[in-house]
T-cell receptor, first 111, second 118 residues
Framework: KNQVEQSPQSLIILEGKNCTLQ??????????LRWYKQDTGRGPVSLTI?????NTKSNGRYTATLDADTKQSSLHITASQLSDSASYIC??????????FGAGTQVVVTP | GAGVSQSPSNKVTEKGKDVELRCDPI?????LYWYRQSLGQGLEFLIY????????KSGLPSDRFSAERTGGSVSTLTIQRTQQEDSAVYLC????????????????FGPGTRLLVL
């Protein structure tokens, strides 16, 4: 069973609307959690990184939250733009460095 | 079903030696990516293969790095004259072709190859 589960698998939203992506994990002992944005055929771009003691972090219109007790994270996109169309990947690191990847959420923003 | 597999899982080599890392993508997946992650760093994109198209090599850090994908399936990442800074986890991911907006572009990652250059 994958130790990082993302939902939904994909979503389509209208330009200007908000959306929230979910990431649940079972990785332990936890070190940090990153959200990446990746356009097809391109490398992933790091949006946020959070450690155990951080519960929210923003990067422009992207806001990530982390609840280390429930092992849940979310990525909120505010006022979506067409350029937000991409795959969003949640990656969780264990303390000894092992990475666990979510399958990603494919976001399509339509005019 | 079988996921993305990579071999070897761990590799220790001496500085200056060449290494080959292998990736077996999920059968039928047309897209294949190589990444690396150095200790404490994020994912670094290396190269992208899509079907029979010319690969996107824009992420390869130097000409010591090269990759091939034979028959649209198995891929090999070769690092020549390894340096200590090449030590990292090398990850492979594959994804199926799919309709825009669908789940076809979901990437499935392999377990990685941990490379240590002494």
């Amino acid at each position: 069973k994958n130790q990082v589960e993302q939902s939904p698998q994909s979503l389509i939203i209208l330009e200007g609307k908000n959306c929230t992506l979910q990431c649940n994990y079972t990785v332990s002992p936890f070190s940090n959690l990153r959200w990446y944005k990746q356009d097809t055929g391109r490398g992933p771009v790091s949006l946020t990184i959070m450690t155990f003691s951080e519960n929210t972090k923003s990067n422009g219109r992207y806001t990530a939250t982390l609840d280390a007790d429930t092992k849940q994270s979310s990525l909120h996109i505010t006022a979506s733009q067409l350029s937000d169309s991409a795959s969003y990947i949640c990656v969780v690191s264990a303390i000894w460095g092992k990475l666990q990847f979510g399958a990603g959420t494919q976001v399509v923003v339509t005019p | 079903g079988a996921g993305v597999s990579q071999s070897p899982s761990n590799k220790v080599t001496e500085k200056g030696k060449d290494v080959e890392l292998r990736c077996d993508p999920i059968s039928g997946h047309t897209a294949l990516y190589w990444y690396r992650q150095s200790l404490g760093q994020g994912l670094e994109f290396l190269i992208y293969f899509q079907g029979n198209s010319a690969p996107d090599k824009s992420g390869l850090p130097s000409d010591r790095f090269s990759a091939e994908r034979t028959g649209g399936s198995v891929s090999t990442l070769t690092i020549q004259r390894t340096q200590q800074e090449d030590s990292a986890v090398y990850l492979c991911a594959s994804s199926p072709s799919g309709l825009a907006g669908g789940v076809g572009k979901t990437q499935y990652f392999g377990p990685g190859t941990r490379l240590l250059v002494l």
